[in-house]
């Protein structure tokens, strides 16, 4: 019986050898720092079980035989078919009928399979299994050598498809467990057509990440004819970058070459890149194009930063038969590259821009583009650097500051030079009206000064003056290096009333009724000289005639309490009134030039009284 149960054990161990399955590389390997002798192992069961509606032992023929839903278990192996023997005095095994093979969660379906224990061969018909996101099948299935196996009219594919979309079939396959598969020769199938002929192809079908051929995908329409798209090779370099060298094979239309490539480094850079080139045969005539999309992103310390986003392509051409929509449809590419760097509690940002317009053949450009904003300051802080606000009065004035340099162009041209891009400034010599490029260069500084004071306790104060002034490398005549400015003042006041109503009974606790009535006057002097200097990107200046504004306001909200239960909840803004009007001061016409009123309601978490809902109505009356 020993005997019986030795071979029994190794009819299973032959049948998990021979599932086309790999080990994976990280179960093969031990710890360098040795065991933990924390670490709790579970025990594993190294027992046999074996089932089935009959079980007969020859003891003539040194034979066990198992019919009728025969069923072997041993470990995490499992065997099971119509029926099987075991010669035990030859020490070959043998299944029946439709056997199903399983090695933890890999499964090898078949038919009358033979194992011979010594030599550890054996063969199936009509196997099929999966490895890695591929499938595989063959005619017969015969294990040749350690961890080799030899496959007759094999194929095998990565479409999930129970009637697949495509595959590749070989007479001959050879797979290298845990490393590759051989074939020759090779056919490409599409929907049972053959479209390509290999002499011989090697795949990996090694875990982990390994240099290696990936699988192509073999198709057929009416534009390309015969393709097979994504013969490629994949190569990792080191743990945190990797690159694919592809081609694209068009029986009608030519061919595509394409490189790939995605790296990260935590906490310094991670990115992309996807470059092609591409021959299109089209109509009689040959045109070649590429196409570059890349990001990058770089941690610089110190909160800097660099950031890049790249999209270009020499012409739609290279994504005639792109299988994604937003290429497709796209009418627009945009780039970016920006640097960012802290300075003076605030940040310096430099950046550049390109847009194109695929539709119209224009492009638009932004090179190079810098700004720095400083928000309110105390003035104070210029001078000193007391450990707390002070209380005297000008501690309440503040100031900011913040500059911009920008260069726009337009190009209208289709076939831009580099002058076209960076610095030509051209009209069409048939119509001078007509712009092909214009490029426009200028800086802008801006500076505010602000103070703030409480009157009385309850009435607020602001004043405020702005200064801006631009420099332009010309202007609408034809200056060069020009200068403008302008400047502005501004006053206001506002205060708030409330009252308050209870309620001791019902589910309303209390209403709460606010009033913050406002004022504030405005002033700018005659701007209209302004009007010969270009507007453009950030850089500009204000154009209007002089003028005096004043601003009158009354903004009213109505909050509430209820009580939920034990609890007592609050609404706030249920209900506002704001009410609006301007006056133009130095007007002489018409001194009240514009008046509104807007209503909104904010239930808000009503749907718990009375049936109410969540919803929001808003009404803006105006008035000229």
């Not at 499964?107 to 224990?117: A, E, N, P, R």
């Not at 800086?443 to 104060?461: E, P």
């Amino acid at each position: 019986m020993r005997r019986i149960l030795i071979l029994i054990t190794l009819l299973m161990l032959g049948c998990q050898i021979l599932l086309l399955a790999q080990a994976s590389d990280a179960g093969d390997s031990v710890s360098a720092s040795g065991p933990d002798s924390l670490a709790l192992r579970s025990s594993v069961m190294d027992s046999l079980f074996y089932a089935a509606d009959s079980v007969a032992y020859h003891l003539s023929l040194d034979r066990i035989e198992l019919s009728g839903k025969a069923r072997v278990q041993y470990q995490a192996s499992e065997v099971s078919a119509d029926s099987m023997y075991i010669d035990l005095e030859r020490e070959q095994a043998f299944t029946f009928g439709a056997t199903v093979m399983k090695d933890g969660e890999q499964i090898l379906l078949g038919k009358d399979v033979s194992y011979d224990v010594n030599s550890q061969t054996g063969y199936l018909s009509g196997g099929i299994s999966r490895i890695e996101k591929a499938y595989y099948s063959g005619a017969e299935v015969r294990k040749v050598g350690d961890k080799v196996y030899d496959v007759d009219d094999g194929s095998f594919t990565t479409c999930e498809h129970a009637d697949p979309d495509f595959w590749f079939s070989s007479d001959q396959l050879r797979i290298y467990l845990g490393d590759k598969i051989v074939g020759r020769p090779v056919v490409a199938w599409v929907n049972h057509f053959p479209v390509f002929w290999f002499p011989f192809i090697t795949m990996s079908i090694r875990r982990g990440r390994h240099p290696g051929l990936l699988i192509p995908e073999p198709g057929y329409n009416s534009v390309d004819g015969k393709f097979l798209r994504d013969i490629a090779w994949y190569y990792p370099y080191k743990d945190y970058a990797d690159l694919i060298l592809g081609m694209d094979l068009t029986e009608r239309s030519g061919w595509k070459a394409k490189l790939s490539s995605t790296y990260t480094r935590r906490y310094a850079y991670d990115g992309n890149f996807h470059a092609a080139y591409q021959k299109r045969l089209s109509g009689g005539s040959t045109s070649y194009d590429w196409s570059l999309k890349a990001r990058h992103h770089h941690e610089l310390g110190e909160k800097a930063a660099f950031d890049a986003d790249l999209d270009f392509i020499s012409s739609k051409r290279i994504w005639d038969s792109s299988g994604y929509l937003d290429e497709s449809l796209a009418e627009r590419l945009s780039s970016a590259m920006s640097y960012r760097q802290p300075l003076m509690g605030s940040y310096l940002n430099v950046g550049a821009t390109y847009t194109r317009d695929l539709v119209n053949d224009r492009a638009t450009l932004s090179l190079p583009s810098a700004s720095f904003s400083m928000p309110g300051q105390p003035v104070y802080e210029l001078f000193l650097k007391p450990d707390r606000a002070p209380s005297a009065w000008w501690s309440n004035l503040s100031y900011n500051y913040g500059v911009r340099l920008d260069h726009i162009g337009q190009i209208n041209v289709p076939d831009p030079s580099l002058a076209d891009i960076l610095w030509s400034n051209r009209t069409d010599p048939a119509d001078s009206t007509l712009v092909l490029t214009q490029h426009n260069a200028g800086i802008r500084h801006s500076l505010g000064l602000s103070y703030n004071w409480k009157l009385f306790g309850w009435l607020n104060t602001q004043q405020g003056l702005s200064y801006n002034e631009a420099w332009f490398d010309r202007d609408k005549n034809g200056d060069k290096w020009v200068r403008g400015n302008d400047y502005g003042a501004n006053a206001g006041v506002n205060f708030n009333i409330y009252g308050i109503r209870n309620f001791r009974t019902g589910w309303l606790s209390s209403v709460r009724h606010s009033i913050t009535p406002s004022a504030g006057i405005s002033f700018r002097p005659d701007l209209e000289d302004n009007s010969r200097f270009y507007s453009f990107g950030g850089i500009g200046l204000g154009s209007a005639k002089a003028g005096t504004v004043l601003n009158l306001s009354l903004d009213q909200k109505w909050q509430l309490k209820y009580r939920s239960g034990k609890d007592e909840k609050r609404l706030n803004d249920v209900l506002s009134w704001t009410s609006r009007a301007s006056a133009d001061l130095s007007s002489e016409e018409r001194q009240f030039t514009k008046s509104c009123h807007c209503l909104a309601l904010q239930p808000g978490g009503f749907h718990r009284l009375h049936g109410f809902v969540r919803a929001g109505v808003k009404r803006r009356i105006p008035h000229d």
